[in-house]
Structures are given as structure tokens and as C-alpha cells.
């Protein structure tokens, strides 16, 4: 199986080169778009601009220039709005390492024919961004020129509100703040359809880890990694598909490891259990990308590529991206690799109540105060 992955350089106002991907994957949209309103009518195109130009004001006029381009019809013009999508799932990891080496690594996990596989540098407001593409107008994950990066993780939550699609919001981050306090600022206050996890961090050093969800306040935590669940484990089915449980416990004792470089790191989210290879399922790692706020620079990786850039060199180019299955079966419910001794595998058994309740009892292994520190509110 493979993708092929553009990097696409527009860096001034949205012409020719967006028009070209709005062309490239409307009717793909519009077709998902269509079938769901079927079962569940969301927001009008009046009420949608409403609240755009309501919580995103400084957008409207990109908005405006968006929806000219292509000439969008009424359903094109909601849609570019971000308000009240219909609901996903994705998957995701994210790391952020402190230090001299300070970045946030994440991997992207989802159905192939569901990506874009776009990487564009943009100048849409005086901030140039460098970003991955998702609905058209949204970004997964990005930096800007400050040294502001952003990304992404599913909340492993059913629930939905009235609010913006997530990857609308981190767009307007990029594209209006630049530093972690102002995107904090700007999460707390634009409500999102459903729940997520967003990482945050600056060139300052500085990052910060907040919990969305539709109707609820925004929880801001010092977290240093996050995957698909929030406090605790909303939907159990979805947790033991995703094993967020067990990449939350990995991600926790790498980044404990004494003198974990950028590069172990980055190489640590290319195996499993970070790597996914369920693609055809829905949740395969689509990329890897580390950003490093400092520098302004994000490499792309996969097992048998990297692709790098910055704002001082950024490349156009197309590759077709082999996605590679580490193993035909995945291992039993109850196992899973952990750090341990300098980053080798060692593989424990472990038992949670939430998501094996046939257990009778819990290993040795995995106590109380351990599944605490799991699910706590932050972990400084």
C-alpha cells in the first residue's frame, strides 16, 4: 500500500496552487459531506459564517478569498466555515522532548484514502506557515514563522457539540498567534465539535498539553505527551483498537530515559507500539513529523524516507510513500513493549479494569498509582 505526498510552496495569498488542491479532493468531500447530512443536518451556510466571523474574525477575509477562488456553492462555502463538521476518527501520538534538542514528534494514524498527503508553506495573514493539510482549509499539525507548532490527537470521545472541526482551529492558530500563551488563549475560546487533544509548543521552550470537548471548559495541563484518550477511558471499544492505553505508558517511560535524543525519539514513534499498520482498518501511520520550534525547521519521516524543511529552504516535491506493515498479526490483548534498559523491548502483560473487565484480577505489573498517573489531570 502507499501514498503519494506532495510539498506544495504558496507562500503569499491563496491562488492557484490551493485552487488546484480544493479541485483535487472536493468531490471527495462533497460526497461525505452529502451523505451525512442525510442522517445528521448540521449548521446552515448562515449560521456557519456566523460563526466564523464570531470566534475567527481576522479569518473572514481569507475565508472570503477561499470561497471566490472556486466559485463554492452553498455546501463548498459551509464546509470552508469549519463549523460543524461531520464526526471522524483518528488516531495520533504526540511527544514533546525538552532540552537542547526541544521538539514535538507525532505520528498521524488513519485510512490512507482518507489523507490529503499535502505538506504547504502559506503567507495567508503576514505569518508564514508550514503545515500538513486537512480539510482544504485545516492543518494537522504546522509551525509558523515565530516558532509557534501545533498538532493534534483524537480525544477517544463519542460526543459532539456545536463548535469547529479541530484541524479549522489549529489553522487559525498558525495563522494569528505565536506563542503558546496566545494559543492557549485562543483554544479556551473557540469551541470545538468534538474532543481533543492539542499540543502546543514555541521557540521559547515553553508547551502545554489542552484537553477540548464540545460543551466543556478547556482543561490546560503540562503534559508532555498525549494519544487517544483524555482523563479517563470514555470509549472502551476504541481504546482497545487504538491501544492508547499502552502507547500513553510507552510515551511515559521514554521520555523518563536518561539522555533521549531527538533522533531515539523520532525513531522510537517509526516502531511499535507508536507505529500502526492497520491501514486498511482505518488506523495506520500515515507520517511521522518532528518539529523543532527553534530552528523553524519539520522533517517528515517514514521507515524508508525523510523529507525536510524550513522556512529558509523549503522544497516542492512529490514522492509515492511505501507504508510499510511491521508484522501480519498483532500481539495478544494483554501485551505490549515498554522502554526498559536503554530503549530495548521488554514486554509486560498488563490489565486494566475499563479495558478488560473478563480479568480477575490486575498483574503485578500495573497498580493502582501507575494507572493514576495515566490518567492525571497533568504530569509536570
Known amino acids: 500500500m502507499q501514498i503519494n505526498f506532495k510539498t506544495i510552496s504558496e507562500p503569499g495569498l491563496p491562488g492557484s496552487k490551493w485552487q488546484n488542491l480544493f479541485f483535487t479532493h472536493w468531490e471527495a468531500y462533497e460526497k461525505w459531506l452529502i451523505e451525512n447530512e442525510k442522517d445528521v443536518p448540521t449548521a446552515d451556510l448562515e449560521t456557519s459564517q456566523l460563526a466564523l466571523k464570531t470566534y475567527m474574525p481576522e479569518l473572514w477575509p481569507t475565508y472570503e478569498r477561499l470561497c471566490h477562488l472556486v466559485d463554492a456553492n452553498a455546501l463548498g462555502a459551509k464546509f470552508l466555515t469549519g463549523y460543524q463538521p461531520p464526526f471522524y476518527v483518528s488516531g495520533c501520538s504526540n511527544a514533546i522532548l525538552e532540552g537542547d534538542d526541544f521538539q514535538l514528534v507525532r505520528n498521524y494514524d488513519h485510512h490512507p484514502d482518507l489523507f490529503e498527503g499535502v505538506q504547504i508553506l502559506t503567507r495567508w495573514n503576514q505569518k508564514k506557515v508550514i503545515a500538513t493539510s486537512d480539510c482544504l482549509i485545516g492543518v494537522l499539525d504546522g509551525i509558523n514563522e515565530d516558532g509557534l507548532v501545533v498538532s493534534l490527537t483524537f480525544g477517544g470521545r463519542k460526543i459532539t457539540g456545536q463548535g469547529f472541526g479541530i484541524p479549522f482551529i489549529l489553522r487559525y492558530i498558525l495563522e494569528f498567534c505565536s506563542n503558546v500563551d496566545e494559543a492557549v488563549e485562543a483554544l479556551i475560546r473557540i469551541p470545538s465539535h468534538m474532543a481533543y487533544n492539542v499540543s502546543v509548543a514555541d521557540e521559547s521552550g515553553s508547551y502545554k498539553t489542552i484537553r477540548v470537548a464540545p460543551g466543556e471548559k478547556a482543561v490546560i495541563t503540562n503534559s508532555a505527551y498525549t494519544t487517544n484518550h483524555q482523563k479517563k477511558v470514555d470509549w472502551p471499544e476504541n481504546a482497545r483498537f487504538n491501544k492508547t492505553v499502552e502507547r500513553s505508558l510507552f510515551l511515559s517511560h521514554l521520555l523518563e530515559e536518561d539522555g533521549l ?62 507504508l510499510l506493515q511491521r508484522r501480519k498479526r498483532r500481539p495478544k490483548n494483554n501485551q505490549f513493549a515498554m522502554p526498559y534498559k536503554g530503549h530495548t523491548a521488554k514486554i509486560i502483560t498488563y490489565s486494566t479494569p475499563l479495558l478488560d473487565k473478563a480479568t480477575p484480577k490486575k498483574p503485578k505489573e500495573i497498580t493502582k498509582e501507575f494507572l493514576k498517573e495515566v490518567w492525571s489531570d497533568t504530569k509536570s
Not at 520550534?293 to 529558509?312: A, C, M, T, Y
Open 261 to 322: 535524543s531527538s533522533e531515539e525519539l523520532v525513531s522510537a514513534f517509526l516502531r511499535k507500539p507508536l507505529y500502526n499498520d492497520l491501514f486498511k482498518e482505518g488506523f495506520g501511520t500515515l507520517f511521522t513529523a518532528s518539529y523543532y520550534p527553534k530552528s523553524g525547521r519539520v522533517e517528515l519521516h517514514w521507515p524508508n524516507k525523510k523529507i525536510s524543511q524550513s522556512f529558509d529552504d523549503f522544497q516542492e516535491r512529490e514522492e509515492n510513500i511505501q
